[in-house]
């Protein structure tokens, strides 16, 4: 504000009447020394209203805004009311004045709303914010300053519209911006969000209005939404993810549901790591600032999380129970620790389980470096062992997507396990597994993995060299690469023979890079022609090829040899006993032969039945430092052992160094992982490795409910009360990885006797992906990156959560749109004006208030159906559909009405959820009583929701001819009256009986002529 407009406040002290009488929220101005003109003037005066309402108008918010304003006498009120404003300071004391804050962007579009004109003007020396966007009050009347004000309102008002000259010279505004003043009340005030929702965010967070406690009158719903990592700052993806849960938990809090809402932080992680190797700050010092600054963004958007509840991964407090829990897996023999080809990152430093492994260049997931192949003792937990069970989803609401995919990624196989005998100078049996047992009479030949631990010892020394040269060009290659249909097959042959146990036949072992360690046993059995890469290896290397499935046509051959594998229906043929068994393309038992020859190699003692998955155990160790600890201890006599649970937690030294080379400061700290043997009391010494970061998120669902408790994980009178998650929202990225953890450690857990029940959470919904406004996904380093602070500065937080959630269809998501949220906030204050705006006595017809109840109605339907099925973004255009609906009723004389009143009760309900401050600070307004987020959801009053009549469609053999209105409740005789007395339908009839009349009630009439 200019210097100048700021001494003109403080010079005026005495007030004027008409100041007084126009804003609470003003300082007094300069007195008008005119006498008060006669009253008759005054209504001359009064068609002005029409000028005003007419000249500047574009929109018709504003032309509802002007008729009201002038209308509306009452609004003048004595002087002395004006001390009812006071106790707004209770809320939020008064600082001393800063500069203006500026109009949000609505507010300063072309002003042809004269009312708003007028209060710009009125306003512009007088309505100051607070220092830290405090709230606007009035300031507190002096007593001296009361007794001055008389309550003569209409003298007080009419100079201002007589004489406005001098009003202009301390206040210039447009020239019949006088007469928009006559009638300002003390809430009639621009609509400023920063302040309106900083305040009522204190004021929830004083009254803990979000705490959730135990309260067995109520039923219970546990709403969880994946945790953050604590990068430093939110982007508008974690706001996509957090603020339609957050809506969705508000709805079922007003249907009466005790809610759970919680927040915390996923505070482990590589990131911080590296760069505390980067920059030298320490991930703990780092990782605890950017949670300080994540929380304080999360508050910013009123969500209705109970803080009380935060946890945060990297707490001591928090780690204990995640070592503790790793203690538990060891002893019933799912934690175990074995030297394994693992995938290691170069630059991370660290191994990586399977699903932190991406793409077909098996990149590391985190910083997309190519991971390579390294031989480590490493800590697994024997996830494989859940398998079965993982594939069973009954009893959970899950989208279809994400059970496919964990389908997919387990890849259940059923078949058979065969003993092979190796023979020459190394004899052993090796364990085959195949699902076509039915095919073993073809097999010609067996191929190993390169990293077979067998090649070494079976391989015969003439071929020694090319072996450990084939080994070495396969290790160079990603299992993608190796694995491809199209390359081309090779391999080398070990010198070595097997015995194929179904017939005895002596057959060649070679090793090839087409066969996995990672699948089965790493070494097959080939049959070459009924298996596309067998033959194609048979056949470059001249090996025997046997067909022992004939298709009912003939097999294509050129000289008596197969041109291609077959792989379809037929009957077995050169299967001994077996020949003329039929096969079909069904896997396991529903193929006839399969189920024959099962039994048979079973009776035989050549083999089992048996199932494979692709799904592998969970390697959870880490070569870093800012991780869990692994409590276990290794001492040279008693070997590995777990901390005692008296010594958690193992805590992270903080005194480490950190090496360029990314070596954890673990192994290089002097004296850390020096301790002693649990069971002699001896020398010995502490795991090194740390947990993946997965291993903190499988479990902090259960630390949400006692985050404090010290006595375990968590207060079972907590987790009786709020287990299971009822509905767990996140992203569908981690389906593979985090949903599939926390179910196998859930499952693992159950059999422990520490939870109850088959699953963690009962409904899951994903949210799709925000992009940048180019299509990329959001990074610092594209510069792609939407924050939420600078958007909630310019709009405020209820502008913004109604954008996020009207932009686009929640699971999908879509680029940002930085234009688009201008819609969103004129919504917004649209609805700011319907509610702040006088009302006029109600005159509206019958009809108009009966047609807005309908339209209340129906909407609610609509909300209540789209808040249970996750359908966020049609719940605000339902809701700009009625504000608009309402607007036409308030200029039919609805506003006052009993329909009216209770429109506005239900709008604010249906908001409250979506824009939590606004529906707030209106519900006050309204007079109602605190909070409306403790109030009941309205129910559907479906007589009113009714429709009169209804508009169908008629068809006239398919296409539509005409449509039809008729009541709502007519039968399908009077529909098809109606249809065939149309003028349309009597024209294409030409007199003659249509040969089908065929009504879809409610949806169309088809004619067939």
Known sequence: MPTAKKKDVKKKTAPKKAAAKAKKVVKAVKPVTKPAPAPKKVVKKAPVKKSVVKAPAKSKVTRVTAKKTVVNKP????????????????????????????????????????????????????????????????????????????????????????????????????????????????????????????????????????????????????????????????????????????????????????????????????????????????????????????????????????????????????????????????????????????????????TLAREQVWGDDRHCERCGTPVIKKDLDQWFFKATKYADELLNFDGVDWPQTVKTLQTNWIDRSEGAEVQFAIVGPFSTLVPVFTTRPDTLWGATFMVFSPEHPLVDKITHPEYKQAVEEYKAQAARQTEIQRGAADKEKTGVFTGAYAINPVNKARIPIWIADYVMMSYGTGAIMAVPAHDERDFAFAKKYDLPIVPVIQPEVPIEAENGVMKAAYVGPGIMINSGKFSGTKVNTEKGRKNPGIAKVLDWIAAEGLGKESVNYRYRDWLISRQRYWGAPIPMIHCEIHGWNPVPDDQLPVVLPEDVEWKPTGESPLKLHPTWKNTTCPVCSGPATRETDTMDTFMCSSWYHLRYLSPHYDKGPFDPAEYDYWMPVDTYTGG?????????????????????????????????????????????????????VIAPDVLVNKYGADSVRAYIMFFARWEMGAPWDSQGIEGSVRWVRRVWTLFTDPAQPATASAETKKDLRRKVHQTLRKVTRDFENFEFNTIISSLMELMNEMYKAREAGAAGSDEWKEAQEIYLKMMAPVTPHIAEELWAHLGKSYSIHQQAWPKVDEAAAKEDSIELPVQINGKVRDRITVPAEASEEQIKAAALNSEVVKKFLEGQEPKKVIVAKGRLVSIVI
Not at 130 to 158: G, L, R, Y
Not at 174 to 197: F, G, L, S
Not at 737 to 766: C, S
């Open 75 to 350: 609004v003048i009120k004595p002087a002395p009311k004006a001390v009812e404003a006071a106790p707004v300071e209770k809320v939020t004391p008064a600082a001393p004045l800063v500069q203006p804050m500026p109009a949000p962007k609505a507010e300063s579009r072309k002003s042809s709303d004269a009312r708003n004109k007028a209060m710009e003007a009125a306003t512009s020396k007088a309505i100051q914010p607070m220092k830290n966007m405090a709230v606007m009050v009035p300031p507190t009347p002096s007593p001296k300053e009361i007794v001055a004000v008389k309550p003569e309102p209409v003298k007080a008002v009419v100079p201002v519209v007589e004489k406005p000259a001098p009003v202009r010279e301390e206040n210039p505004a447009p020239e019949k911006a006088p007469v928009r003043e006559e009638k300002p009340r003390q809430d009639n005030h621009p609509y400023q969000p920063q302040a309106m929702e900083k305040k009522w965010q204190e004021k929830w967070e004083a009254d803990k209005l979000y705490r959730s406690v135990i309260d067995n009158t109520k039923p219970k719903h546990y709403a969880l939404t994946m945790l953050p990592y604590p990068s430093g700052d939110l982007h508008i993806g974690h706001w996509y993810a957090m603020t339609p849960s957050d809506a969705r938990a508000r709805y079922m809090r007003m249907k009466g549901y005790n809610v759970l809402f919680p927040m915390g932080f996923d505070a482990f992680g590589l990131p911080a790591e590296n760069a505390a190797i980067k920059d030298g700050v320490h991930p703990m010092k780092r990782t605890f600032q950017n949670i300080e600054r994540m929380r304080k963004q999360m508050k910013s958007m009123g969500a209705m999380f109970d803080w009380e509840r935060e946890v945060v991964s990297a707490s001591p407090e928090y780690y204990k129970w995640t070592e503790w829990f790793f203690i538990q897996l060891y002893k019933q023999g799912l934690a175990y620790r074995k030297m394994s080809a693992v995938d290691w990152c170069p630059n991370c430093n660290t």
């Open 732 to 784: 569908i990225e981690h389906a593979t990885m985090h949903l599939l953890y926390t179910r196998f450690f859930h499952k693992a857990l159950r059999d422990a006797g520490i939870v109850e029940g088959h699953e963690p959470m009962l409904q899951l919904r994903n949210q799709g992906m925000v992009l940048g406004e180019d299509g990329d996904k959001m990074s610092k380093s594209k510069g792609n």
